[in-house]
């Protein structure tokens, strides 16, 4: 039989889709590399009178020649107390753009290092995940709530014949005075030899900055489709077969839905109900059925739960729980039994499905 623990191990690996952890110091680290000062013309809209936030750009420019020794260290020197949420969010945002390589060389070779945080910083390379958990960071460094969101995503490089199989993406959502917002710092990103090499020049990096930046949801939604529809930040939102046609319409003018209470409410759940209402919503894809073994798992979890109480119980309350676990273990069978011998996660599941079958016979509803 599966055990608890293997269990929680298998299910650990798509609950944390971006781990968003950091190693402690107690000493001093040694100095990290510091990059170029960057390309003239990026210095040069810095102070575009155009960039609304030039301010805030020079500021985390200037950051970006310090040696600084850790991440608190690096929030503390782009976020000053006097700094309003939304001007601390765009100092990270820069100094990440600017200052963190894409690692195509790493992505390329299969030689990609951990995208924690703390290696980012020491590295200062990153592929996707690793921009965002970065980001995550050094927001929550400078008491900024965000989330790393993966997803689907259409770059440059897509195309409508492309199969998706899995998320391929992974951007932030940020809370700045109680509302939240959509950004991508990884397409934000200007060290990148590419981009250097062909568009060197000031308006082409004035886009990457803001084109990725607070973006409307209505737009954001065109090439980024959040695995969990809530992160849409959309009253209505889009799916899956939607996002990869092109065939997105949003209309929200008759939609009375409050999107940043919505996401409060969610969150206000413990962990495995979370897990369950955000596995319930998320997008399906006919190429795999990540959703049907994490809501299959969810259930059975959640049926473990209310069968570790049935023994606090009697009477009518006992005959309740007894069919509330009932139904979380038929529903655990219903959605593991959908999952193929080539799926991901099969065999366990097969041996998932013997465990409840088992002991579903073991509830005793009488006193």
Known sequence: MLTTLRLFGLLAGFFLVCLLGRAQTAARQPSYPLLSSGKANIEAYVFNESNKFSKIDNHSFQISNKDISSLEELSRELCPSDFSELEKVRSIYFWIAKNIQYDDDGLKNNTLTSQKAEEVFKTRKAVCEGFSNFFYELCHDANIEARVIPGYAKDEFYNKEKILVYPNHAWSAVNIDDQWHLLDVTWACLNRDHIINKNNDVEYFKHKLESNFLIDPKTFIQNHLPEDPYWQLLPDPIDLQDFFSGNIVVDTDDVN??????????????????????????????????????????????????????????????????????????????????????DFGYEYCQELISTIESRKDLIIIKN
């Not at 413990?270 to 998320?282: F, G, K, P, V, W």
């Not at 979890?301 to 139904?327: D, N, W």
Request: proline fraction near 3%; include cysteine.
């Open 257 to 342: 839905i409050d999107v940043n209470q919505r996401i409060d409410q969610f969150e206000s759940l413990d962990s495995l109900d979370q897990e369950i209402a955000y596995c319930q919503r998320m997008v399906p894809n006919e190429w795999n059925r990540i959703k049907e073994y994490r809501l299959g798992t969810a259930y059975y979890f959640k049926a473990q739960q209310l069968y570790r109480k049935l023994g606090q119980v009697h009477g009518r309350p006992k005959e309740r729980l007894a069919e509330s676990i009932y139904t979380y273990y038929d529903k655990s069978l219903e959605e593991l039994r959908r999952l193929a011998p080539d």
